[in-house]
């Protein structure tokens, strides 16, 4: 029986809870286990009792390394199954409230001799597909688990594995998303790349050894795309009624004398030196000689001590070749770091503009 196809007839039809009971009574009636078929065994009924745990210091130190990994594994995958979830509806969360809940629950489990715990994507999977909607799911299960474990260990431990294996994995499987696979490819190969590593690592090395490489990947990409940033040569596009990229509005018009330059990251030490070489490139391949270099600074968010090294070369060599320099719509905070530095003196506190037009007519 399959319970991923009872699901599908109907989305509020338990179909798992009814695999899961008739599996049980096959296995009572036919004796599987004597049969050779593998159940869940021995359950041990009644509550735990509640007990602070006092474990010898070198023992916690030796849990520490393994603790860490626990922590940021159960972490990441309950917020991922979160969003998972909330982004199907539309919906938000908030990570120190999932955190919170997290780090209660796990102290609850602690103090109850029980293993750290989260959001679990089978079982988030199971409820979903079986239209819970409400904290009333979590309560309605919280109240089964008190009475199957007051009650009814005896029947749990007939339950051949192989059918609690399929729930699970059954469930699981409504976690991928082919569509969000193919919008990922098209989108960025480089994104759906280091997906597809972290799904191979996971599966071949372990989950948390998975979920650490596809972060370092990620941590690489992260880089590489700021070293090189994605620029642009502005110009008067008239039916925008804006400055926009020429190469890819081909009817912006630039000001004949004046270089419109804008960088779409932040300046810092990883990428500084590869703008200052773009923007010696724009100038030498403009139309016609540069006279006024306009920066426009909007995305700019944040320039480190490498990056106003970088700009501060940049204005020593416009000096020499005869070029002004101005600068356009730079924030506040990297405006700070240019007072700081001296910057803002040796560009001229009168060449820094609110807008681009305004930078381009100061020329004229």
Not at 120 to 149: C, E, F, K, P
Not at 261 to 280: E, H, S
Not at 301 to 309: A, K, R
């Amino acid at each position: 029986m399959d319970p991923g196809r009872l699901g599908r007839v109907s989305r509020r039809f338990p179909a798992q809870l009814v695999v899961v009971v008739g599996s049980i009574a096959v296995s009572y009636a036919f004796d599987l286990q004597a049969h050779g078929v593998p159940v869940v065994g021995h359950v041990p009924s009644g509550l735990p009792s509640a007990t602070f745990p006092t474990p010898p210091i070198l023992d916690v130190v030796k849990l520490v390394p393994a603790a860490v990994g626990i922590f940021f594994l159960t972490l990441a995958d309950q917020i991922l199954t979160a969003r998972a979830f909330a982004g199907k509806r539309g919906e938000h969360i908030d990570a120190s409230q999932e955190l919170l809940a997290m780090s209660v629950a796990s102290a609850a489990s602690g103090i109850s001799q029980g293993f750290p715990i989260g959001g679990s994507n089978s079982r988030t999977a199971v409820n979903d597909g079986m239209g819970a909607r409400t904290q009333v799911s979590g309560l309605t299960a919280v109240g089964m688990v008190i009475l199957i474990l007051l009650f009814l260990t005896g029947p749990i431990s007939y339950l051949p594995k192989t059918v609690l294996g399929a729930v699970i994995i059954s469930a699981a499987l409504g976690l991928v998303e082919l569509p969000a696979w193919r919008a990922l490819a098209a989108t960025d190969q480089t994104e759906v790349a280091i997906a597809a590593v972290a799904m191979g690592g996971v599966i071949l090395i372990g989950v948390l050894e998975g979920i650490v490489l596809a972060v370092g990947l990620s941590l690489v990409d992260v880089v590489r795309r700021s070293a090189r940033p994605h620029d642009a040569v502005l110009g008067w596009d008239e039916e925008l009624g804006r400055y926009a990229d020429v190469a890819v509005h081909r009817r912006a018009v630039q000001t004949p004398g004046v270089l419109v330059y804008r960088l779409d990251d932040r300046l810092f030490f990883a990428n500084a030196r590869y703008v200052k070489g773009r923007i010696r490139e724009a100038i030498r391949g403009a139309p016609w000689e540069v006279r006024w270099l306009v920066f426009d600074a909007e995305a700019v968010t944040h320039v480190d001590v490498s990056g106003l090294e970088a700009l501060g070369e940049l204005v020593g060599d416009l000096h020499d070749a005869g070029i002004g320099l101005a600068v356009a719509r730079l924030k506040t905070r990297p405006k700070q770091h240019f007072d700081d530095a001296g910057l803002t003196d040796a560009i001229g506190p009168d060449r820094f503009y609110p807008t681009v037009h305004a930078a381009v007519d100061a020329w004229a």
